[in-house]
């Protein structure tokens, strides 16, 4: 890599003169609009960290090795110009020679070859970060990994990190113990992949009678214990209700129209214990006690062109990358 000329580093200098210029706009605003400004920025760092996150614990989870970038000749033999894939840089230090993530991306609709170019290419602003901090030996070696995926492959993980969940409705229940799903409209008549989900939420029993005050003689007797108040003795901590995967569909057949339909309108009246799969969970979940609401029930789904869904290991995709089985897919 190149070091940077005299003129290089003057144009560096404007560049940072310029965000400081953007920072006195910030500060010339008035203090609703900027607590909003930063707020949303902070949101969408957050979001952009967890994607990443999520992105490195596929990586990890096929146990891929990290390749050390030399020359351009690397992508070339590897013949990487074409293929889709999701890919990781890295970098290590000359004090501590493990191999640690400085980014990982899904590259879905950009040829994998272009956008490592892009990271290994001083003259684009990715390329010119990892030249800046080899330059100053921040670090020492840069490396990168890649697993190749289709097209499919990319859609159902756009369809796991992009795509909201919708919540299904129920009616009122009808026939004594029964309710009827309420599917939302706007479904639409072609082929894809949809998810199904469930909500699932934890309770935490706080039991203060089984902390002990301490073991400071002078706080307490020995042996005593701390005596709960009425409030905290039937406090209860409860987790974030998270939504569980249990079943990915391909619509390749039939429409994602046509497939939720036959999954949501299933015939309650004639349900079977010996039924087994999605749409006998489906179908028990409208069967409720009185006084008893019926599990939370989700979808989400994405287009994709039928050509393409038939590439690829769907089903194991997606349970790499949420990281655990999919109840309902054999």
Avoid at 121 to 128: L, Q, V
Avoid at 156 to 163: G, T
Avoid at 213 to 236: C, I, K, Y
Wanted: glycine share 6%; hydrophobic share 35%; proline share 5%.
């Amino acid at each position: 890599m190149e070091e940077y000329s005299q003129e290089d580093w003057g144009n560096h200098s404007q560049d940072l003169h310029c965000y400081q210029t953007g920072e006195q706009e910030l500060d010339e605003m008035p203090t609703t609009k900027r607590t909003l400004k930063i707020k949303q920025e902070s949101s969408e760092d957050t979001q952009k960290r967890d994607v990443m996150q999520n992105i490195m614990q596929i990586l990890e989870s096929v146990q891929l090795k990290w390749e050390l970038f030399q020359s351009w000749t690397d992508f070339s033999r590897l013949h990487l110009s074409n293929k889709l894939a999701i890919f990781g840089i890295g970098y290590n230090t000359r004090w501590k020679e493990d191999i640690r993530y400085h980014y990982a991306e899904i590259s879905s609709q950009v040829p994998l070859g272009k956008r490592l170019r892009e990271y290994f290419n001083s003259e684009k602003p990715e390329g010119r970060v990892i030249m800046t901090r080899v330059q100053k030996m921040n670090w020492k070696n840069v490396y990168y990994k890649f697993l190749e995926i289709t097209i499919s492959e990319a859609r159902c993980l756009e369809l796991h990190m992009e795509i909201d969940w919708i919540p299904i409705a129920h009616s009122k229940p009808t026939g004594g113990n029964i309710v009827q799903y309420l599917l939302p409209g706007g479904i639409p008549k072609s082929p894809g992949l949809y998810a199904i989900g469930y909500e699932e939420c934890h309770e935490k029993p706080h039991s203060p009678l089984m902390e002990h005050r301490g073991t400071d003689p002078g706080n307490e007797t020995q042996g005593e214990l701390e005596v709960p108040s009425p409030q905290a003795s039937l406090r209860v901590e409860m987790e974030s209700a998270r939504i569980i995967y249990c079943y990915l569909g391909i619509a390749e057949v039939r429409t994602l129209q046509q497939c939720l339909f036959l999954h949501f309108q299933a015939n309650t009246k004639t349900f079977s214990k010996e039924w087994v799969g999605i749409n006998a969970f489906l179908s028990q979940n409208c069967i409720v006690e009185p006084g008893v609401s019926p599990k939370s029930i989700y979808i989400k789904f994405v287009e994709v062109e039928r050509d393409f869904l038939s590439a690829g290991s769907l089903v194991e995709c997606l349970e790499k990358a949420i990281g655990y089985p999919l109840k309902f897919n054999n």
